[in-house]
C-alpha cells in the first residue's frame, strides 16, 4: 500500500526541501519496519488475516456463529464445551487487562477464579448450610474478589515483573493449600475442628443460579448467559481500552517511569487492572461452580493456569480478538485431543503442515514424506530381524489413522519403554536439528517425522493431558522466539 | 529446650537445601537480569537421576557398591546431568530471546517449566519414588548431644550444602569464569567491551546455577521425602522467596535467606501450624518485600531516567 | 517559580549535586550546561520527583515538590523530556500525546465502558487537543502520521512527539534534557524557534539542558553552569560562556589560561 503513498504524501506536504525530505525519511522508516514485519507465505498469513478482515466483520460472524450454536444445537456435550469457551473467554480477557493491557505478570489470577467458584459454593450448598439468593451471592463474589486483587495488587506497587510474577504466583500455591488444609482448623478456645472447604473432598450439591424465579436448570441458560455477558464484556473493554484508562493501562505497559512523570496514576492503574481482572475471574468462578454444582480445589491450579496464560499470548496478548481465538484454541483442542479419533487425524495434519512449511518446495515435500516411508520400512525390517515383540494391532489401533498406518508401522510390546526412548531421541534429534547445517537438517527432517508419528502412536494418543501440557509447554517456547506478539496482537518494539 | 533445638537443626538443614536454589535463581538473575522459572524443575530432574543412579547401582537394599561411594555417584551424576539440562535450557529458550521483550523470556520459562514437568510425567509415571535412605543409611548413626539428635542424614545434607556453597564462594571469586561473571553483572556492556565472552560465562552460569539445584533435588530425596514430577512447584518458589528475601543478585544473600527461610519454616510448623507452613512462608515474603523491597543484603536497585 | 535551594543529591558516595541553589522566574527560559556526567539529568529527576533529595528543598511556586512521586509534581505543574527519549513506542503517535492529559482528565472505569456522555465529549476534547499540540510543529507532525505506531517516528521525531506530549500535561515549567541531541544543524536551528514560540505561544516557563551553545544561546536568558553537581557561574551567556571555571571545566585544566 505504502508504495504509492509515498510520492503522493512528498507532494501533498511539499513545504521545503527540509520536510520534504524529513517526511521521506520517516516514511522510509516507518516502511522498513513494516517491510520487517511482513512475512511471505504461512508466517504471513496472520497478518493477512488481520488486515483483510475488518473488525466488525470479524466480530459479527462470531456473534452469529455463537448464536447459532445456541439455537440450534441440543447435543448437551456440545453445549457444554460451549460453555467452557464462554468462560473461557472471560478469564482470557481478564488476564488479557492484567498482562495484555497494563503488563503485569500475574500468576496467580487462577486463584480468584477458584475463589469465586469456592466463594459461590460456600454461599449456595449444604456444606455450611447457606442458600442465599444468586443475586446476593454473585454480588457478594465480585465485591469480594475486586478487594482481594487489591490486597494482591499491594505488593505489585513496589514490585514489577519478575518479582510480581513469583509472588503472585505464591499467592496462587496458597490458594490451594489453604483450600486444601481449612477443612480442618482447630482454634484453641473451641473442643471441635471446624470444616471450612472440605478440604480436597471438594463441595459437591451446589445450587444452580436462579434469577426471578427462573432456575438454570439446562446448560443452555448458562450458554445465553455466558454469551451475553463475553458481548457485554467485549463492548465494555475494548471501549475502555480505546479511551483514558486503556491509554493509561498500556502507558505503564510501555514505560512505567515516563508514565509517571507525564502524570499517570501508576499505582492506582496498576491497583484497577488487579480489580478489574479479579472481578471478571470471580464472576466467572461462580458462574461455573453453579454449573458444575460441585468445585474441586485441583481445577484451579496450575495447569489451568497455563492454560489461560497460553490462550492470551498465543491469540497476541492485548488483543481481544487474540484473547477469543486463544481461548477457543485452549478450550477445544483438548476436547478434540479427547476423542482419539479426532485427535489422530488433527495430528496428522499438523505433521504435514509443519513438513510443508520446513520443507518449502513440493520437491523437498515428497522428498521428506517417502523419507518417513522408507525409514517405516527399515524400522520394521530391523526390529522384526531382531524379533522384538510386537503389540497386537487390534491393541493400538485407535482410529482411522492408525489403520492405515498399521501395516507400516511396528509397535513393539513394550510401549512405555520404547516410547520413552523415542522421546528422548526425539528432542535431542529436534535440538540438534536447530543448531545443524541445511544439509544434515534435510537429513534429519524425515526421521524426526518417523519418531514423532511413533512417540503419536505408541505413547501419546493414549495420554491427552499429558500430550495436551507437552504442546502447550512447547508452545509458549516456539511462540515467544518466533511470533512473541501472538497470532492476532501487533508486532512490539522495546527499548531495554 | 530441646523441642526448639531440634526445630532449629531441622529448619537449618531445610534451609541448606532452599539456599542452593536460591542460589541459582540469584545467580542467573545477576547475569542476566531474568527470573528462571524452570529452576523448580531442574531440581525435579536432579532428583530423578538420583533415584535412577541408585536403581542403576543395585537400588536401596543391595548396592552394588559401598553406599559411601554410591551416594557419591548420585550427587555426581546428579549435578553433571541437571547441569547440562541447564546449558540447554538458556540455549533454546533464552538465548534467543536476548534481545526481546522483558515478558517473552519469563513465558518462555513458564513453557519449558511446563515442558519439563509433563516430559517426566511421560516418562516416569506419575508415581512417587521414594530414596528409601533408612535402608542403606542407618536412622541410629548420627550424634546427640543435650536432648537434641542429628541424624546421619540430617547432618551430611547440612554439611554438604555448606560445602557447596563454599564451593561456589571459591568459584565465583576465584576462577576467572566466576569473576568474569561478577564482571557481566555489575555492567553487562563493559563487560562485553572488556572482551569477556559473555555467552561462554552464561552458558558457566547455568550450568553451576542447575548443578546446585541438582544437588539440592538428591538432598530432597535424601531426606526423605517423595520424588515425582510435579515435586519442583512448592520448593522453586521457596527458594525464589529465599533468593528474594535475602536480596536477589547477592550471593551471600540467597545463603542467608535460604537458612532463614528454612528455620521459619521449620518453626512454624513445629509451634503453629504444619498445614498452613507455605502460607506463614509467604507471608514472610511479602512482610520483607514490602519492608525491604531490596531484600535483606540486596543492593538499592538503580533507577535510571 | 522554581526555587531550589542548597539541593544535595549523594549516591552512596558519590555525590551528583552539591549544595545546589537555582531560581527560575516566571516567564524565563534558563540554560544548564555543564560536561557529562556534571550532574543535570539528575537536577531534572530531582525537580520531577524521580529521585528524593538527600537534602535540600525545592519549591514551586511556594510548595514543596520534595517527597512528592512524579505523578503529583506533574500535576502540580512540572512536565519534562528525557534525554534518552522514553516515548511509548508501541503506542500511536496521537495516543502517546492522549495519555499525557491523564492528569487533567476525569473519565474513570465504568464511564469509559459505558460510554457515558461525559466520556464521549471528554474524548473528543482530549483528540483535539492531541491535534492541536501535533499541530504545534506544523508539517513536521502532520496527520497521516498520526495513527502510526511512535517507533515508524524518525529520530527528531519523536523528540517532537515527546515535547508535544509533554505539553499535553498542561505545564506551567517545562523542562527540555537535550532537546537538540542527535539532530542535524537545520533541526536545531528549529528548536531554538520551538523553544521561543512555546514561551511566546503557550505561556510556559523553560528549563533546558542542551550542550549545542548556539540553541544555549539562542534561547537562554540566563545560563547556569555545573560542574561534578557544584554550580560554577550563572548570569547571560557571554558572562557564562567566558566564564575561566566554565571554560576550564569543558577543556580541563590549564585552557583558560593558554586562552
Ligand atoms: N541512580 C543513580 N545511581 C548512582 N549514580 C547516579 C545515578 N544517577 C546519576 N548518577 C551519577 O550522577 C552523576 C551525574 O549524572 P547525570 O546527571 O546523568 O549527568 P549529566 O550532567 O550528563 O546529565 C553521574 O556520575 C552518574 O553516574
Ligand atoms: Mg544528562
Known amino acids: ?496 | 529446650m530441646s523441642y526448639l533445638g531440634q526445630q532449629l537443626v531441622n529448619g537449618l538443614t531445610l534451609g541448606g537445601v532452599y539456599a542452593l536454589i536460591a542460589l541459582g535463581y540469584t545467580l542467573v538473575y545477576g547475569v542476566l537480569q531474568i527470573l528462571n522459572f524452570a529452576h523448580g524443575d531442574v531440581y525435579m530432574v536432579g532428583a530423578f537421576i538420583g533415584f535412577f543412579v541408585m536403581v542403576g547401582l543395585g537400588g536401596p537394599l543391595k548396592p552394588s557398591v559401598p553406599v559411601a561411594v554410591m551416594i557419591l555417584i548420585m550427587f555426581l551424576v546428579a549435578m553433571l546431568g541437571t547441569g547440562l539440562l541447564g546449558i540447554v535450557i538458556e540455549r533454546f529458550a533464552y538465548r534467543p530471546l536476548r534481545n526481546s521483550t522483558r515478558i517473552a523470556p519469563l513465558i518462555s520459562a513458564l513453557g519449558v517449566s511446563i515442558l519439563l514437568q509433563n516430559a517426566a510425567l511421560l516418562l516416569f509415571s506419575a508415581n512417587i519414588r521414594s530414596y528409601d535412605t533408612s535402608s542403606y543409611i542407618s536412622s541410629t548413626l548420627g550424634f546427640s548431644f543435650a536432648d537434641i539428635t542429628i541424624d546421619g542424614v540430617r547432618l551430611f545434607v547440612l554439611v554438604l550444602s555448606i560445602a557447596l556453597m563454599f564451593g561456589l564462594a571459591r568459584w565465583v571469586n576465584g576462577t576467572q569464569v566466576g569473576r568474569a561473571m561478577r564482571a557481566i553483572a555489575y555492567d553487562r556492556d563493559a563487560a562485553v567491551m572488556m572482551g569477556i565472552d559473555v555467552d561462554k560465562v552464561i552458558r558457566w552460569t547455568f550450568f553451576v546455577s542447575a548443578a546446585l539445584a541438582g544437588a539440592a533435588g538428591v538432598m530432597n530425596g535424601l531426606l526423605l521425602r517423595g520424588v515425582s514430577n510435579g515435586m519442583g512447584l512448592v520448593p522453586g518458589l521457596k527458594g525464589f522467596t529465599a533468593a528474594v528475601v535475602g536480596g536477589i543478585g547477592s550471593i551471600p544473600g540467597a545463603m542467608l535467606g535460604g537458612l532463614l527461610l528454612g528455620v521459619v519454616e521449620s518453626l512454624a510448623q513445629g509451634y503453629l501450624s504444619t498445614n498452613f507452613s507455605d502460607t506463614i512462608t509467604f507471608a514472610l515474603l511479602i512482610v520483607v518485600m514490602l519492608l525491604k523491597p531490596n531484600g535483606l543484603l540486596g543492593k538499592r536497585a538503580i533507577v535510571k531516567a | 517559580m522554581l526555587k531550589l535551594s542548597n539541593v544535595t543529591m549523594e549516591f552512596g558516595a558519590l555525590r551528583s549535586i552539591s549544595e545546589l541553589d537555582l531560581t527560575v522566574n516566571e516567564g524565563e527560559i534558563v540554560s544548564v550546561i555543564g560536561p557529562n556526567g556534571a550532574g543535570k539529568t539528575t537536577l531534572f529527576n530531582v525537580i520531577t520527583g524521580i529521585y528524593t533529595p538527600t537534602s535540600g528543598s525545592v519549591e514551586l511556586e511556594g510548595k514543596s515538590l520534595v517527597g512528592l512521586d512524579p505523578a503529583r509534581v506533574n500535576h502540580a505543574g512540572v512536565a519534562r523530556t528525557f534525554q534518552n527519549v522514553r516515548l511509548f513506542l508501541n503506542m500511536s503517535v496521537i495516543e502517546n500525546v492522549m495519555s499525557a492529559t491523564y492528569g487533567h482528565t476525569r473519565a474513570g472505569l465504568f464511564a469509559s465502558a459505558l460510554a457515558l456522555p461525559k466520556s464521549r465529549k471528554e474524548e473528543k476534547a482530549v483528540r483535539a487537543k492531541a491535534e492541536e499540540l501535533l499541530s504545534f510543529f506544523g508539517s513536521r507532525l502532520t496527520g497521516y502520521r498520526w495513527d502510526q505506531p511512535a517507533y515508524s517516528l524518525s529520530y527528531a521525531n519523536r523528540r517532537r512527539l515527546e515535547i508535544a506530549r509533554a505539553l499535553a500535561t498542561e505545564p506551567k515549567l517545562l523542562l527540555l534534557d537535550e532537546p537538540a541531541a542527535g539532530m542535524n544543524p537545520k533541526e536545531t536551528q528549529e528548536i531554538t524557534q520551538v523553544v521561543e514560540r512555546l514561551r511566546a505561544e503557550k505561556g510556559l516557563t523553560i528549563l533546558i539542558i542542551e550542550h549545542d551553545m548556539h540553541v544555549v544561546e539562542g534561547v537562554s536568558d540566563r545560563v547556569v553552569a555545573l560542574d561534578h553537581g557544584v554550580k560554577i557561574a550563572e548570569g547571560n551567556f557571554d558572562h557564562v560562556a567566558t566564564h575561566p571555571d566554565v571554560v576550564e571545566a569543558y577543556l580541563g585544566r590549564g585552557a583558560a589560561d593558554r586562552k
Not at chain 1, 516502511?31 to 504471513?44: F, L, T, Y
Not at chain 1, 478487594?147 to 515483573?161: A, D, N
Not at chain 1, 484497577?272 to 454444582?293: E, H, P, R, S, W
Not at chain 1, 516411508?373 to 503389540?391: C, H, N
Request: aromatic residues 10%.
Open chain 1, 1 to 496: 500500500m505504502s508504495e504509492n503513498q509515498v510520492p503522493e504524501e512528498i507532494q501533498e506536504s511539499a513545504a521545503t526541501e527540509a520536510a520534504k525530505l524529513g517526511i521521506g525519511t520517516d516514511e522510509w522508516v516507518a516502511q522498513h519496519e513494516e517491510r520487517i514485519a511482513r512475512k511471505k507465505g504461512i508466517k504471513g498469513l496472520p497478518q493477512l488475516i488481520n488486515e483483510s478482515i475488518p473488525a466488525w466483520a470479524r466480530w459479527g460472524v462470531l456473534l452469529l456463529i455463537s448464536f447459532a450454536f445456541g439455537a440450534f444445537v441440543d447435543n448437551q456435550y456440545l453445549l457444554r464445551i460451549g460453555v467452557n469457551l464462554g468462560l473461557f473467554v472471560m478469564l482470557s480477557y481478564g488476564l488479557n487487562i492484567v498482562m495484555g493491557y497494563a503488563g503485569l505478570l500475574d500468576l496467580g489470577y487462577v486463584a480468584f477464579y477458584g475463589i469465586g467458584a469456592y466463594g459461590y459454593a460456600l454461599m449456595s450448598s449444604e456444606q455450611i448450610g447457606h442458600h442465599w439468593s444468586t443475586w446476593l451471592t454473585v454480588l457478594i463474589i465480585i465485591i469480594g474478589t475486586a478487594l482481594l486483587g487489591y490486597i494482591v495488587s499491594l505488593p505489585s506497587r513496589r514490585l514489577f515483573g519478575d518479582y510480581l510474577a513469583i509472588v503472585t504466583l505464591f499467592f496462587g500455591q496458597v490458594f490451594v493449600q489453604l483450600v486444601l488444609a481449612s477443612d480442618n482448623i482447630t482454634f484453641p478456645w473451641a473442643e471441635d475442628y471446624v470444616d471450612i472447604t472440605a478440604g480436597a473432598n471438594g463441595i459437591p450439591g451446589i445450587d444452580p443460579f436462579s434469577f426471578f424465579g427462573h432456575k438454570f436448570l439446562n446448560i443452555r441458560d448458562y450458554y445465553w448467559l455466558l454469551l451475553v455477558l463475553v458481548a457485554l464484556l467485549t463492548i465494555a473493554i475494548s471501549r475502555v481500552n480505546r479511551t483514558r484508562i486503556g491509554r493509561a493501562w498500556r502507558t505503564i505497559r510501555e514505560d512505567a517511569l515516563a508514565a509517571e512523570s507525564m502524570g499517570v496514576m501508576v499505582n492506582r492503574l496498576k491497583t484497577m487492572a488487579f480489580v478489574t481482572g479479579a472481578a471478571i475471574a470471580g464472576l466467572a468462578g461462580a458462574i461455573f461452580a453453579a454449573m458444575q454444582t460441585a468445585v474441586f480445589v485441583s481445577g484451579f491450579d496450575m495447569p489451568l493456569m497455563t492454560m489461560i496464560y497460553a490462550a492470551v499470548i498465543l491469540g497476541g496478548s492485548g488483543s481481544l480478538a487474540g484473547a477469543v481465538m486463544g481461548a477457543i484454541v485452549m478450550s477445544v483442542l483438548p476436547e478434540v485431543l479427547r476423542v482419539t479419533n479426532y485427535s489422530e487425524i488433527l495430528f496428522l495434519a499438523v505433521l504435514v503442515l509443519t513438513l510443508a512449511a520446513v520443507g518449502k518446495s513440493v520437491k523437498r515435500f515428497t522428498i521428506n514424506i517417502v523419507g518417513i516411508a522408507l525409514i517405516g520400512f527399515l524400522v520394521k525390517i530391523l526390529l522384526g530381524a531382531a524379533s522384538i515383540k510386537t503389540t497386537p494391532t487390534k491393541e493400538w489401533v485407535v482410529g482411522p489413522v492408525s489403520r492405515a498406518l498399521s501395516h507400516w508401522m511396528y509397535v513393539p510390546l513394550d510401549r512405555v519403554l520404547w516410547g520413552n526412548c523415542a522421546f528422548v531421541i526425539l528432542i535431542v534429534l529436534i535440538a540438534y536439528f536447530t543448531t545443524t547445517t541445511p544439509r544434515i537438517k534435510s537429513i534429519l527432517l524425515p526421521v524426526i517425522g518417523y519418531l514423532g508419528i511413533f512417540l503419536w502412536e505408541v505413547r501419546l494418543v493414549t495420554d491427552v493431558n499429558t500430550t495436551r501440557q507437552l504442546l502447550i509447554g512447547a508452545m509458549l517456547v516456539v511462540l515467544m522466539i518466533t511470533r512473541p506478539q501472538g497470532f492476532l496482537g501487533k508486532a512490539r518494539v522495546e527499548v531495554l
